[in-house]
């Protein structure tokens, strides 16, 4: 069915939603819109360009094969950090009480637990952190390395416990 449509009620309508295929054109010189297809009133906008999605992780367990915890109680919290490491600078041993995830945009990161069980990242990889394990992490590589974490935490909870022999901070705190 071709329905054919003044541009004025084109911009009365929410979207356009289709379940076949979308073709639109406009009739020259007569100012009005052909459509293929059946328009549903109150439908979300449709964008016509192309968009890609990558899943980069999904998993019910840490990096190291550890399952992930529950979430903590309380009012949920969530932080995103953007952490850059200098090439051959290091992470100081720390842990998180929350569970957290990250993609390495730029360099190459290698984190390691206190029992020695080691991941290398390059970048574009993803890394589902461990919890409530001693770890540190190190740039082995020639460039900075760029990543951003999200934590799903609890308001009160800290993201990121540093060593008792080190000092006890948030990260980008100074």
């Known amino acids: 069915m ?7 009620s ?3 309508l929410t979207g356009l939603l289709f379940a076949g295929s979308l073709v639109c054109c406009i009739v020259s010189g007569c100012g009005r819109l052909q459509v293929v297809g059946q328009p549903l009133e109150n439908a979300s906008p449709v964008s016509i360009q ?4 990558y899943q980069l992780a999904k998993s019910k367990a840490s990096w190291n094969g550890s399952p992930l915890p529950a979430y903590p109680q309380g009012t949920p919290e969530i932080t995103i ?14 842990k998180h009480p929350v569970i957290n995830a ?18 290398d ?22 460039e ?6 999200f934590y799903a935490g609890a308001e009160g909870v800290p993201i990121t416990v540093y060593k008792p022999d080190q000092e006890s901070r948030e990260p980008g705190e100074e």
Do not use: C, Y
């Open 50 to 53: 192309q968009t890609e999605v």
């Open 102 to 119: 990250g993609v390495l945009l730029k360099g190459e990161l290698m984190v390691q637990t206190e029992d020695g069980k080691t991941l």
């Open 10 to 12: 084109l911009f009365s």
């Open 144 to 149: 900075p390395a760029e990543i951003i974490v």
């Open 81 to 94: 950090l953007r952490i850059v490491v200098p090439a051959g600078g290091s992470l100081e041993k720390h």
């Open 121 to 142: 990242l390059k970048a574009g990889e993803a890394i589902v952190e461990v919890v409530d394990n001693w770890h540190f992490g190190k740039n082995e590589g020639t």
């Open 2 to 8: 071709i329905r054919r449509m003044r541009k004025r």
